[in-house]
């Protein structure tokens, strides 16, 4: 019989270590690569990601119900792009709520939500704890399909909500791994759970900054974001970690959602890299795939070095009077 990986739902096999899937023998419950991940922090083993379409065209013809998971430093077109392409019922789960700041509205956000991206579901804020958990478990009871997919971009939560629901439940299933590297997930993972089946799901990629394995860290979010201001003059230039650059210019202010770990300077002379410009409104904010954002307070053009165009992305901020007229 075909055995799965309990961590990350991938085929177990005995005969490639280099292949994914690999274990000693066949009673492991855990693939060589989840084992390091869990026990080492072995983050060297970065999984393949999968194809976003597959993924949505195989869930679109099932008979299912969709919880479509995005963290809050996410919310951007082509992350919303592929929830929209989700044809069966579905809710919609900003996750990560803990690293907002508390003075960020929730009421506002999901005004914002509704007017700019047109949301007519549910929207849920979850967060990695049994309150949310029980928030997703009491709306599982009015769920009639018996599908149900957790869905979304990777690295989002999902495996950990599973896990956190499992937990409610006091189920005696070993955990589904959960980590900060990309695509933990591998396969679909069901779990049986009130009569349902719960399908954990290969995160959608998308085209994150790969950062050098020695800043990984250091970029990661793991607690309350302090955002941090910059008021720029034209021709400013600020320098993140000597990653990325952003020159603006006309005078504006910046505003970093991320890690506050990181290093940012005011610097003078242009780097010699490649650049892009974009044209920002006034109360945007400008979104790093995978690392955070800027909140731009003031009309611009910015330039950036150091990015690709497609790292980026420009959305009306929900922090911001643009917009939001409430
Ligand atoms: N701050 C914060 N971190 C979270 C929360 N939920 C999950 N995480 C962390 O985010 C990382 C990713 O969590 P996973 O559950 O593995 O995410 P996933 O969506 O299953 O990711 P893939 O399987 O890679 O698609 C882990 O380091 C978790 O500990 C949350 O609510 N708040
Ligand atoms: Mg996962």
Not at 7 to 22: H, I
Not at 214 to 242: A, D, M
Not at 303 to 320: D, Q, R, Y
Request: net charge positive; with cysteine.
């Amino acid at each position: 019989m075909n055995k799965h990986c309990l961590g990350c739902g991938v085929l177990l096999q005995t005969t490639n270590e280099k292949d994914p899937g690999y274990v000693k023998n066949l009673s492991m419950a855990y693939c060589m690569r989840c084992f390091r991940l869990k026990h080492y922090h072995d983050v060297a083993s970065f999984a393949m990601p999968k194809d976003n379409e597959k993924i949505i065209f195989e869930v679109n013809k099932k008979q299912s119900y969709v919880f479509f998971f995005v963290d809050v430093l996410h919310l951007e077109p082509s992350i919303m792009k592929l929830y929209q392409k989700i044809t069966a019922p579905k809710t919609l789960v900003i996750s990560k709520v803990d690293i907002l700041p508390k003075s960020i509205s929730l009421v506002k956000l999901k005004t914002w939500l509704n007017k700019t991206w047109a949301i007519k579901e549910d929207i849920f804020f979850v967060k990695k704890n049994a309150t949310s958990a029980k928030k997703i478990l009491n709306s599982l009871k009015n769920i009639s399909v018996p599908n149900i997919y957790f869905l979304g971009i990777t690295n989002s939560g999902k495996s950990s909500m599973i896990n956190e629901l499992l937990a409610l439940e006091n189920s005696s299933r070993v955990a589904i791994l959960e980590s900060e590297i990309p695509n933990t997930t591998q396969d679909y993972i069901k779990v049986s759970l009130q009569n349902k089946n719960l399908f954990d799901s290969v995160g959608f990629s998308y085209p994150y900054v790969v950062l050098p394995p020695s800043l990984y860290q250091k970029f990661l979010v793991k607690k309350e974001i302090k955002p941090k201001t910059y008021f720029l003059k034209p021709e400013s230039i600020l320098n993140i970690e000597n990653i990325f650059f952003l020159k603006v210019n006309n005078k504006t202010s910046l505003t970093w959602f991320g890690s506050d770990k990181i290093k940012i300077q005011k610097i003078y002379q242009e780097p010699k890299t490649n650049s892009l410009f974009l044209n920002v409104s006034s109360e945007s904010n400008v979104i790093i795939k995978g690392l955070g954002f800027f909140y731009v307070k003031d009309a611009c053009t910015l330039t950036i070095f150091g990015l690709k165009s497609e790292n980026v992305s420009v959305v009306a901020s929900f922090l911001g009077s643009r917009d939001n007229n409430e």
